[in-house]
């Protein structure tokens, strides 16, 4: 903390962090909108739903490619003989 240095305010002064006070970061301490909320909550049911969409796609195509796969191979020993 003691080398690290704010360059705001965009005045060009460079102040260290250790001389800031809590006032100095009240325009960072932002509250979240309904609609922030929402959006949050929206996109986090989003990407489960895809994510449980594409384990099911994927966990099919594996069980299609290992059923080929014997399938494949009882004919290949039925052609054998």
């Known amino acids: 903390v003691e080398g690290m240095e704010c360059s705001l305010p ?4 460079r102040i260290s962090l250790t001389q800031l006070s809590k006032d100095s970061f009240r325009e960072c301490q ?4 309904l609609t922030d909320l929402l959006i949050i909550i929206f996109s986090g049911i989003s990407v489960s739903v895809v ?7 994927l966990a099919s195509t594996v069980h299609c490619f290992q059923r080929w796969s014997k399938g494949t191979k009882g004919d290949e ?3 054998e003989e």
């Open 10 to 13: 965009m005045d060009g002064r």
């Open 30 to 33: 932002a509250t979240l909108t």
């Open 77 to 79: 020993e039925e052609s």
């Open 51 to 57: 994510a449980i969409m594409t384990s099911f796609f």
